[in-house]
């Protein structure tokens, strides 16, 4: 298995407060990604990265931004949470595409509830 | 830009019958694709990728896929069901125009029934 750990795997949080969430990588990948999992919607892309400092967003980054100041880590914040950000987020992980198709490696997921 | 549509929700069959879910993609590009699989309350793992070295692409777990470009189709099959194979997939594509992002369908949850 690809090492990546997602910090905290549970978090019950209340609306308005700031929940950040930690994805850190031991592969030493270029890429990596914030997904959120919710019914009937599949993955969709957050935010990601493409080195350290360099990131942009994804479909459903509003209400979400990420920093990357170390090539492992790859943190998720909600800089104020609302209910509509209960969802179970995912990081992801992919090599560099100069040789060819690569596939992404996932995390555990951190399921967040925002009461 | 790209897009993959999974034309099956859900999908039940029983132990020992054919797997068949399916996947259409829409690329503007020479596409990337895979097949992932999500077991209840746990990560994605890969299935198979296509890497345009063979259309038809092998798997773990006994699974196949096949990529038609003049349908636009990546499904997954499996000859023989088994119990270990509920779970939700997913298919996806790589979006090789240069922003580093992947697609995702919406899924299709698979049943096996004894």
């Known amino acids: 298995d690809a090492g990546i750990t997602q910090s905290p795997r549970h978090k019950v949080t209340e609306t308005g407060t700031p929940v950040t969430l930690r994805c850190h990588q031991t592969?030493?990948?270029?890429?990596m990604y914030w997904y959120r999992q919710d019914p009937g919607h599949g993955l969709r892309l957050i935010h990601y990265?493409?080195?350290?400092?360099?990131?942009d967003k994804g479909e459903v980054s509003d209400g979400y931004s990420v920093s990357r100041s170390k090539t492992e880590d790859f943190l998720l914040t909600l800089e104020s949470a609302t209910s509509s950000q209960t969802s179970v987020y995912f990081c992801?992980?992919?090599?560099?595409?100069?040789?060819?198709?690569?596939?992404?490696?996932f995390g555990p997921g951190t399921r967040l509830t925002v009461l | 830009a790209q897009s993959v549509t999974q034309l099956d929700s859900h999908v039940s069959v029983s132990e020992g019958t054919p797997v068949l879910l399916r996947c259409n993609y829409s690329?503007?590009?020479?596409?990337?694709l895979f097949w992932y699989v999500q077991h209840p309350n746990k990560g994605l793992q890969l299935l198979l990728k296509?890497?345009?070295?063979?259309?038809l692409v092998k798997g773990i777990n006994g699974f196949e896929a096949e990529f038609k470009k003049s349908e636009t189709s990546f499904h997954l099959t499996k000859p023989s069901a088994h119990m270990s194979d509920a779970a939700e997939y997913f298919c996806?594509?790589?979006?090789?125009?240069?922003?580093?992002?992947?697609?995702f369908g919406t899924g299709t949850r698979l049943k096996v029934l004894a």
């Open positions: 592969e030493n990948h270029r890429y």
């Open positions: 990265s493409y080195g350290v400092k360099d990131t």
């Open positions: 992801a992980i992919s090599e560099s595409r100069t040789s060819g198709v690569n596939e992404q490696f």
């Open positions: 996806v594509v790589s979006d090789d125009s240069g922003t580093y992002k992947y697609i």
């Open positions: 296509y890497t345009s070295a063979a259309t």
């Open positions: 690329s503007s590009y020479s596409p990337s």
